[in-house]
């Protein structure tokens, strides 16, 4: 069975403190792994996709990156626009269509 | 328009009534998905359509029931709901559903069940 695992639950840091998200996994031949940014009262919106271990991608302050085992959304110098839930999700080749998300990392960005 | 539309917003329903919720997909994508989302708990997949053919149905209640016309429009139609229905619903849309394909989604409805 797929598992994802996001850490921290939640993260408060200073405008301009730059850190990473943490997303855990395992899973039984990858397919994609996807990074969504979520805010209140809206859907999650698509940030990455990553397919195989080493790729990166970066996306403004965001850099998603991809080991066999965990992924990491590195965020630097980030701002108070930052401030979002950032979901992990996982699509694995005998899962099909059923992407498994984790949980979510809580962001808040102080000025 | 583009992206995932999703109507309407928020809905309050009596345990008795009978709704829908829509949603539509300006991508050309040719997979669409309802989710639900609780709080504190992760996204959970409902139905997977794939050229309109339902694929999923990951053991939802009969009280709700997923209608796909064409590849760009889906509902989700619901009666006899229970408080504990209440929650965000999520549509989505993917260019295939082999797990490869990045989701798009709506921004929601917001369902309560009084």
């Known amino acids: 069975e797929d598992q994802v695992t996001q850490s921290p639950e939640a993260l408060r840091l200073q405008e301009g403190e730059s850190s990473s998200l943490n997303c855990s996994y395992t899973?039984?031949?990858?397919?994609?792994l996807f990074w969504y940014r979520q805010d209140p009262g809206k859907g999650p919106e698509f940030l990455f996709t990553l397919y195989s271990a080493g790729e990166e991608k970066e996306k403004e302050r965001l850099k998603a990156t991809l080991t066999k085992k965990e992924s990491f959304l590195h965020i630097t110098a980030p701002k108070p626009e930052d401030s979002a839930t950032y979901l992990c999700?996982?699509?694995?080749?005998?899962?099909?269509?059923?992407?498994?998300f984790g949980e979510g990392t809580q962001l808040t960005v102080n000025p | 328009e583009t992206g995932v539309t999703q109507t309407p917003r928020h809905l309050v329903m009596g345990m008795t009534n009978k709704k829908s919720l829509k949603c539509e997909q300006h991508?050309?994508?040719?997979?669409m998905y309802w989710y639900k989302q609780s709080a504190k708990k992760p996204l959970e997949l409902m139905f997977v359509?794939?050229?309109?053919?339902?694929?999923e149905n990951n053991s939802v209640p009969s009280r709700f029931s997923p209608e796909c016309p064409n590849s760009s429009h889906l509902f989700l139609h619901l009666h006899t709901l229970q408080p504990e229905d209440s929650a965000l619903y999520l549509c989505a849309s993917s260019q295939d559903s082999q797990g490869d394909s990045p989701l798009h989604f709506g921004n929601g409805t917001r369902l309560t069940v009084t």
């Open positions: 991508l050309g994508h040719n997979a």
């Open positions: 359509y794939n050229f309109k053919e339902q694929t």
């Open positions: 999700a996982l699509g694995g080749e005998t899962s099909g269509s059923r992407l498994t």
């Open positions: 899973v039984s031949g990858l397919r994609g």
